[in-house]
Every structure is written in structure tokens, then in C-alpha cells.
């Protein structure tokens, strides 16, 4: 999988990153900062704690099986 990264075989607009033995994509786009940007204005003003937002979700598509964890 690294090869694959390392090739430049990852669409434009892409981030790549291998966790936990599985390849993440996350598409880059200006939206996708400001609706980060706004939930983190929404947390701070609601007075939630820090360590209880959680930054990134997995979620598994149809047909895709999730390793489990020992």
C-alpha cells in the first residue's frame, strides 16, 4: 500500500495515509474546512470538552469487512 502512496497512484485532491493496516482517502476540499472550521466554533460555544469530540470517523461501505481488534 505504501508503493501505491509513494507512486503518486492517489486521485488529485486526496489525502492518503495508511492506519492500522488499511489504506484512508479523505477528500480535500474547501468545504470540507469550513464545516470543520464551524463545528469547532459549535463546540467551543456549547462548552463541550475538548477530549470528548472525536476528529475523524471509519466508515465501512457495503461489501467491506472491518478487521477486529484483540
Request: net charge negative; hydrophobic share 35%.
Amino acid at each position: 500500500m505504501s508503493d501505491l502512496i509513494e507512486r503518486g497512484g492517489i486521485p488529485e485532491g486526496y489525502q492518503a495515509e495508511i492506519f492500522d493496516g488499511r489504506l484512508i482517502m479523505t477528500p480535500q476540499s474547501p468545504e470540507q474546512h469550513w464545516t470543520v472550521r464551524d463545528v469547532e466554533g459549535a463546540v467551543t460555544a456549547a462548552g463541550i470538552a475538548r477530549e470528548r469530540v472525536f476528529g475523524d470517523v471509519l466508515i465501512t461501505f457495503p461489501g467491506e469487512t472491518t478487521p477486529r481488534r484483540t
